[in-house]
Each structure stands twice: as C-alpha cells, then as structure tokens.
C-alpha cells in the first residue's frame, strides 16, 4: 500500500510518454521545426492554447547552442490604413487544430496567401486613419517560451512566463549527446 | 486647478464618498491635500478628466508648458491613479527629430499598471489636427506599483514578437520615436524617458 505514490508517478510518467502526438516531433533540422515542434507541444500540453485562437511566434538562435521559440497569444490586430500605411505583417504561418501561429522571417517576403489567412482569423483592422485604430501596450500577457537543443529539437524545455526569451535565465539543458 | 499665481498648478484631493463627495480635503492644519503637484502651467483646465476624455496639450509655445512638464506630469498622473499612460507626440513637420507641437494623452479608462490601450480618435474627429502628424508613441511605466525596477526602465520583450519592442517592430510606419516615461528612483523623484526606438 505504501508504494502507491510512487506506482502513479511511475504510471503517469508512463502515459505521458506515451502521448502520440509526441510522435510528431521531429528531432532535426532549423528554427522552423523547432517552431513546429513548440506548437505541437504548446496545442498538447498547456492551458493557453485554450485563452486565444491566434497567437504570435518568436524565435531566437543562442549562442550556447539553443534555439528558443517564444509563443503569446495575439495582443492588438494588425493596422491598415486606407492611405496605405501598414503595421508589419508575419510572413510565415501554421495552423494547428484549427489555431493560428504566425511569425515575422524577414528570409521571406509576404504572400497574398499570408494576408488571406489573416483576414480570416479576423487579424487585419482595416482603418481609414490612423485615428481608428487603437494600438495596445500589453508588458504582461503569459506566454510559453520554449527551449530547444539544435543538435535534437525533441530534447527542450519551456516556460510559462511574461518575459522575451531573452530575459528568462536559459533552462538547463543537456544538449550534449541527445 | 490653484488660483492663479506663479505657482505651479496642482490636483487637490477630494473626498470620493458621501454628500460630500468632490469637496476638497484638508489636513489638521486646514492646508488642503494634494494629490499631485508641481505641474507646469498651460496642462490642466476646468473641466479636464482625464480618465474618460483624451486630451491635447500644446507644448513649446508662448505661454504653454515645456515637453518635459507634460511628462512629468503624465508619469505623476499615472501613478496617482495607478495606470499606464499612454499616447502620442504631434508635429506639422515629419520626420524623427520633428518639432513637437502637441501632446495627445489617450482617456486611461481601461489601462491597468501593465497594459494601455491608445486610440487617436481625435486625430479624425477635430479638424484642426487633419494636418498633425504621428512622431512618437508614449506611455509609461508606473515606479510605484512594486514592478520590478528592471521591468520598469527597459522595455518589455527584447526580441520580435512580444511587449514593446514587438510593438515597436510592427508599428514603425505609423511612428517614428518610440517612448517610455517612468519616474527615477531618486527623491525628489523625476521623469525618466526611455526611448527605445533603437534598443
């Protein structure tokens, strides 16, 4: 009887492994895996999927190693103004689970097909001045900022957190032979 | 507002409750409370709220307050009430180093210590501002509200996609400074600006 404790983590730990859709992660390559990786773990396993349908995407290589990837859900829309002026639109994206992730990758140029899938997730406030749009300041929405090994992209660590990736202490993560 | 004097003007505390609700309050020696003081003239009027109403302060002028009275005064506002500020420098001219002709404070209603929300309706609303154009973004960090110093005096998020610098990021076709004003941790206290538009 008393073993039952450790019988549950044991049988936890067991089913948490066996989650499929950790069958998807893929173990190499660049930041975009990295990216697809932490929104397959982010729509699995955290209860901010559920706050936002849309949700921004940031990514950064450190020196040590590790790439992060940074996922918040969507503060303010995207302005267009009748006179031509425009907030800086993603230029990459990927929907999951009927959810929206979208990044800005200045590698490439912004297709129609970006600006569509905006528009229908309702991003894109289209104003006649910049007098209609209304501009949002948010320092402390909760993201996850994830932590990633170059050489295995399935070996991370994330946090839940208000800050960039650049201001979280960097997780420890042994990267060397995984 | 004071009586008119060479004295800086000054918000009074007022009581908020009761059938005397709006009168001024004073302390034992009979010398009213102040809420905020040493505000440059030429920013308040009667009749301001600035809570539910924005407001235009022209600065730089004969008779009208300096740029930096009007920060001053909008970090001792924010903090009074416990919010972020936030709005918008105008100009005639463009550019980066335009010359600054007027201040819009957005209404606060809605703002909390950590988030605001800026709309220039007026920009669309009054005739005379057709011409004005949208130089620096501001708002501000209250210091008193037991944020992290470190949170207080740099922006939040330092890569693309989040806080103020992914705001600064997406937003640089509609202007060109991006501003925060705090206050120092020094006493007296001052307006501290942070402008980082190339942070």
Not at chain 1, 72 to 88: E, N, Y
Not at chain 1, 118 to 146: C, M, P, R, W
Not at chain 2, 121 to 127: I, M, T
Request: aromatic fraction near 12%; charged fraction near 25%; proline fraction near 3%.
């Amino acid at each position: 009887m008393k073993n039952y404790p450790q019988l549950l983590v044991i049988l936890l730990l067991g089913f948490q492994g066996c989650a499929p859709w950790k069958a998807g992660l893929i173990t190499h390559g660049t930041y975009d895996i990295a990216i697809k990786n932490a929104v397959l773990d982010f729509s699995n396993t955290t209860s901010l999927v559920r706050q936002d349908s849309t949700f921004s995407v940031d990514f950064k290589d450190f020196d040590s190693g590790i790439i992060g990837v940074s996922l918040l859900g969507t503060i303010g829309k995207f302005i267009v103004t009748a006179d031509g002026k425009t907030s800086r639109l993603p230029t990459r994206y990927l929907e999951y689970n009927g959810k929206l992730f979208y990044w800005y990758d200045a590698k490439y140029s912004l297709e129609k097909d970006v600006i569509t899938k905006l528009n229908e997730y309702s991003l894109i406030d289209s104003v006649e001045t910049i007098a209609q749009a209304v501009f949002v300041h948010d320092d402390a929405k909760k993201g996850v900022n994830y932590y990633f090994c170059k050489k295995n992209l399935s070996n991370y660590k994330k946090i839940i957190t208000t800050k960039a990736l650049e201001y979280c202490e960097l997780p420890k993560l042994n990267c060397s032979n995984k | 507002m004071g009586e008119k004097n060479d004295d800086p003007d000054r918000i009074l505390k007022t009581k908020q409750f009761g059938k005397h609700k709006g009168e001024v309050k004073y302390d034992k020696k009979g010398e009213a409370k102040v809420a905020i003081g040493g505000i440059e003239k030429g920013i308040l009027k009667d009749g301001q709220n600035f809570k539910t109403n924005d407001q235009l302060i022209n600065v730089g002028g004969e008779g009208q307050p300096t740029l930096g009275g009007v920060e001053d005064f909008v970090t001792k506002i924010g903090e009074y009430v416990g919010v972020e500020m936030s709005g918008a420098y105008l100009s005639k001219e463009k550019g980066a180093n335009a010359s600054i002709s007027k201040v819009y404070i957005d209404e606060y209603n809605g703002n909390d210590a950590t988030h605001s929300y800026t709309s220039l309706f007026k920009l669309y609303s009054d005739e005379s501002l057709k011409n004005m154009n949208t130089i620096t973004d501001f708002h501000t960090h209250p210091s008193n509200l037991g944020i992290p110093r470190l949170d207080v005096e740099r922006p939040s998020g330092t890569t693309d996609g989040r806080g103020d610098i992914g705001f600064r990021n997406n937003n640089q076709n509609f202007f060109m400074n991006f501003l925060i004003l705090t206050r120092t941790t020094t006493y007296p206290s001052e307006v501290q600006r942070i402008d980082y538009t190339k942070w």
